[in-house]
């Protein structure tokens, strides 16, 4: 079964919005269909916090091998990470949000989602954005 970058995405997505505790579950599924994936938590001020968002990112999937250290891997995923901010800014800009990066990988396919409560007084919003990149298909 090949994998498409739809397929790819649903698990960016699976990743940012499950528990930390089905998190190692939901890894070891998608490993056995050949993506890798990985989780990371972030929060904060939306606005202060975007360069720790993509740091994150970054460091995550350098970590859990979904990237080689390597300038064209780097910028995929930092790219990917910019397009799911700014699809989540623009609910939240200027507000404090909390919630989780998650991110896949399958050949030539990478996919990042931003899953976020975003707190306003009692009142809590919830936002996704979600970036992909093609990127050469070298572990």
């Given at each position: 079964?090949?994998?498409?970058?739809?397929?790819?995405?649903?698990?960016?997505?699976?990743?940012?919005?499950?528990?930390?505790?089905?998190?190692?579950?939901?890894?070891?599924?998608?490993?056995?269909?050949?993506?890798?994936?990985?989780?990371?938590?972030?929060?904060?001020n939306?606005?202060?916090?975007?360069?720790?968002?993509?740091?994150?990112?970054?460091v995550?999937?350098?970590?859990?091998?979904?990237?080689?250290?390597?300038?064209?891997?780097?910028?995929?995923?930092?790219?990917?990470?910019?397009?799911?901010?700014?699809?989540?800014?623009?609910?939240?800009?200027?507000?404090?949000?909390?919630?989780?990066?998650?991110?896949?990988?399958?050949?030539?396919?990478?996919?990042?989602?931003?899953?976020?409560?975003?707190?306003?007084?009692?009142?809590?919003?919830?936002?996704?954005?979600?970036?992909h990149?093609?990127?050469?298909?070298?572990?």
């Amino acid at each position: 079964m090949k994998i498409e970058s739809v397929d790819v995405a649903k698990a960016s997505i699976q990743m940012a919005i499950s528990s930390r505790e089905d998190e190692k579950m939901l890894e070891e599924n998608f490993k056995k269909r050949d993506i890798r994936t990985v989780a990371v938590d972030v929060g904060g001020n939306l606005n202060d916090s975007i360069t720790k968002i993509v740091e994150r990112a970054l460091v995550a999937s350098k970590r859990c091998g979904l990237i080689k250290d390597c300038h064209v891997h780097d910028g995929a995923v930092v790219g990917a990470t910019r397009e799911a901010i700014m699809q989540v800014s623009i609910k939240a800009n200027g507000l404090n949000v909390g919630g989780k990066i998650g991110i896949a990988r399958c050949g030539e396919h990478l996919s990042v989602c931003l899953f976020m409560s975003i707190g306003l007084l009692h009142l809590n919003e919830v936002v996704i954005g979600l970036g992909h990149r093609s990127i050469p298909d070298i572990y």
